[in-house]
């Protein structure tokens, strides 16, 4: 356990790093509202067409770019208009390279796009230097990238670290719902320790320095970087392209650079992002509702109102979320979370020839899986444990609602996910805030060590997703879905040590 207290201990110190945010303050640096129906020169320019995917129909033609009610336009269009060009699909994009570029602080946008399979929208930044950098050796940020008719938007980083070693931990994309159809703010916040995204307002995504940024795991402090804007058509993945929905265009409202101000506090947020802080009242008292039932086992509906939680469903989840979402002295906001699991199986399986936990770990790990909602623990009893101890452990999970089996093979449509195996890697990420995959899966542990944990918590995450856990209403999301979305919030929750909130009855 030493293991585990030592790296909570770290990682909540990372963590919190990254919610400093909220302190820091911003002053409006430079923007370009494009009202004035032409490119400022000093600023933006048409980028090239290369080889790379997302530029491989870029062209200069003023076909492709426009000024409407105030936005800047860059459509994606069947080229018959450009005898010159032989390619068949032209579009439009402009950056910000050797030009300008941002450093730390807020980049934000607010822009609308056209939905049309081979469409591929993106607001994203790179690194400005005078120096050649090899991508992705420098970073890149993706703001915002659209693909196919998918309800969200991706938000990502790229570096060395994801790119080529292919590491997961931490996880480098988040996947929000947006507003399809109309005008959304899609924005970044650039820190020496983090990399933090939102949508309309609300947090999505944090990027955090991770082990002091080892193996090139985090560049997004070395240099400031340049924003693109393109409106690609082809190379997102789709089958083929839907010519009958071009031509295509993503609308630019506004860029706005809100500068970091390191030197003093003085400066007040600007108001467009400012988040009033609900008030927290101590968790006093649950109520159950005997009466509202759910075909779902795992569904849930839960309203905290002035401290008192009513709980209908699933009790053991609800609590769970309840602990999710109080701070350390049990103070909570009012909330409502209408909830339920994407799949049914959501387990770890234990391979007892390489992973042999103590019996205070086995502990630790049935606490944190009922934390985050995992249902099913593969374990054939093996290790050195007095019998005495197997009952405990077995009676302690039955007690977080997690069911214990010896083998899942007879368990159909479900996977077994390694996640330090680079082919699986990439399912997992599919299934972020969308369908898991069939019944659901197994993650593999080998070990309960501190890359074990945070991968335990991603996983859980990725197949957990349902009810509202994310979901947006009159283009907002609630401060309980939006914490329930994403899994480095819950960090918060631990102490320096592995003392986990359980969800337990005594309050």
């Given at each position: 356990m030493k293991r585990l207290s030592v790296f909570?201990?770290?990682?909540?110190?990372?963590?919190?790093?990254?919610?400093?945010?909220?302190?820091?303050?911003?002053?409006?640096?430079?923007?370009?509202?494009?009202?004035?129906?032409?490119?400022?020169?000093?600023?933006?320019?048409?980028?090239?067409?290369?080889?790379?995917?997302?530029a491989i129909h870029q062209s200069g033609n003023e076909a492709v770019?426009?000024?409407?009610?105030?936005?800047?336009?860059?459509?994606?269009?069947?080229?018959?208009?450009?005898?010159?060009?032989?390619?068949?699909?032209?579009?439009?994009?402009?950056?910000?390279?050797?030009?300008?570029?941002?450093?730390?602080?807020?980049?934000?946008?607010?822009?609308?796009?056209?939905?049309?399979?081979?469409?591929?929208p993106a607001i994203w930044m790179l690194p400005q230097s005078n120096k050649y950098i090899r991508w992705p050796h420098g970073g890149e940020i993706d703001i915002m990238e659209?693909?196919?008719?998918?309800?969200?938007?991706?938000?990502?980083?790229?570096?060395?670290?994801?790119?080529?070693?292919?590491?997961?931990?931490?996880?480098?994309?988040?996947?929000?719902?947006?507003?399809?159809?109309?005008?959304?703010?899609?924005?970044?916040?650039?820190?020496?320790?983090?990399?933090?995204?939102?949508?309309?307002g609300q947090r999505t995504f944090c990027y955090p320095r991770y082990h002091e940024g080892d193996e090139g795991q985090f560049p997004f402090s070395n240099y400031?970087?340049?924003?693109?804007?393109?409106?690609?058509?082809?190379?997102?993945?789709?089958?083929?392209?839907?010519?009958?929905?071009?031509?295509?265009?993503?609308?630019?409202?506004?860029?706005?650079?809100?500068?970091?101000?390191?030197?003093?506090?003085?400066?007040?947020?600007?108001?467009?992002?400012?988040?009033?802080?609900?008030?927290?009242?101590?968790?006093?008292?649950?109520?159950?509702?005997?009466?509202?039932?759910?075909?779902?086992?795992?569904?849930?509906?839960?309203?905290v109102k002035c401290g008192k939680a009513t709980i209908s469903g699933n009790r053991k989840w609800a609590k769970s979320t309840l602990m999710q979402l109080t701070d350390e002295n049990l103070r909570i906001a009012n909330l409502e979370v209408h909830d339920y699991a994407a799949c049914p199986y959501r387990g770890i399986t234990l391979d007892a020839q390489k992973c042999r936990l103590s019996a205070e770990e086995m502990t630790s790990l049935?606490?944190?899986?009922?934390?985050?909602?995992?249902?099913?623990?593969?374990?054939?009893?093996?290790?050195?444990?007095?019998?005495?101890e197997i009952d405990k452990l077995r009676e302690h999970a039955r007690d977080c609602g997690i069911t214990i089996v010896e083998d899942i093979s007879h368990i159909p449509d479900v996977r077994l996910l390694n996640l330090r195996d680079d082919e699986q890697v990439?399912?997992?990420?599919?299934?972020?805030?969308?369908?898991?995959?069939?019944?659901?899966?197994?993650?593999?542990?080998?070990?309960?060590?501190?890359?074990?944990?945070?991968?335990?918590?991603?996983?859980a995450e990725r197949y957990w997703r349902g009810g509202d856990a994310g979901a947006v209403e009159d283009g907002v999301v609630s401060p309980a879905a939006s914490s329930l979305a994403n899994f480095m919030e819950k960090v918060k929750i631990h102490s320096g040590d592995l003392n986990i909130k359980t969800a337990s009855d005594d309050f």
């Open positions: 909570f201990f770290i990682l909540v110190g990372v963590m919190m790093s990254s919610y400093a945010q909220e302190h820091r303050r911003y002053a409006l640096k430079w923007h370009d509202e494009f009202d004035t129906g032409v490119l400022d020169p000093t600023v933006w320019s048409k980028p090239w067409r290369s080889q790379s995917n997302w770019y426009g000024f409407e009610d105030g936005d800047l336009v860059l459509w994606g269009k069947v080229n018959d208009f450009d005898a010159n060009d032989t390619a068949t699909i032209l579009t439009g994009g402009v950056w910000s390279r050797n030009r300008k570029a941002f450093g730390y602080g807020r980049v934000e946008v607010r822009a609308k796009f056209d939905v049309a399979q081979g469409f591929w659209h693909f196919r008719d998918y309800d969200y938007v991706n938000q990502t980083v790229h570096s060395n670290y994801t790119y080529h070693l292919k590491q997961r931990v931490p996880p480098h994309a988040g996947f929000p719902l947006y507003n399809e159809g109309d005008y959304n703010t899609y924005a970044v916040e650039r820190f020496p320790d983090s990399v933090v995204f939102s949508v309309n400031d970087y340049y924003l693109i804007l393109d409106a690609q058509v082809g190379c997102d993945g789709s089958p083929s392209i839907d010519m009958s929905k071009l031509p295509v265009a993503l609308r630019i409202d506004y860029v706005r650079y809100y500068e970091l101000d390191t030197k003093s506090d003085m400066i007040p947020e600007p108001k467009d992002f400012q988040q009033p802080k609900a008030k927290k009242k101590k968790l006093r008292k649950i109520v159950y509702d005997q009466e509202t039932h759910y075909e779902n086992p795992d569904e849930y509906h839960l309203v049935l606490d944190l899986m009922a934390l985050y909602k995992l249902n099913y623990l593969q374990w054939d009893g093996e290790g050195d444990f007095a019998a005495e990439s399912a997992m990420n599919q299934v972020f805030l969308n369908k898991a995959v069939g019944n659901g899966a197994f993650l593999y542990l080998d070990s309960f060590e501190a890359d074990d944990v945070v991968t335990l918590m991603a996983f």
